[in-house]
């Protein structure tokens, strides 16, 4: 992640308001847990992810993808836009 910045946004919450979310709870076996330990460390460690400072969490986890090498690589298809002023 890039470094901190004056910028950033922040979403500031209301101090007390666990109260509104009752989350499911997921349980992961005790190979999931070594698993989800080894990969969280590995990417703080890396810099891919950070640890939160929100007072709030919610229980669960999944990683987020970047497709944009892959996008690069997708076959565009290429079609004239219609120009709006013949369609109304």
Not at 45 to 72: A, E, T, W
């Amino acid at each position: 992640l890039p470094p901190s910045q004056l910028w950033d946004h922040k979403i500031k919450l209301e101090d007390r308001i666990d109260h509104l979310l009752k989350p499911k709870l997921y349980i992961f076996s005790l190979a999931e847990q070594v698993e989800l330990k080894k990969f969280i460390d590995k990417n703080l460690k890396k810099g891919f992810i950070q640890k939160s400072k929100s007072h709030m969490v919610l229980p669960f986890f999944f990683p987020v993808i970047d497709y944009y090498k892959l996008n690069k690589i997708v076959v565009k298809k290429k079609y004239p836009l219609p120009i709006i002023q013949e369609l109304l």
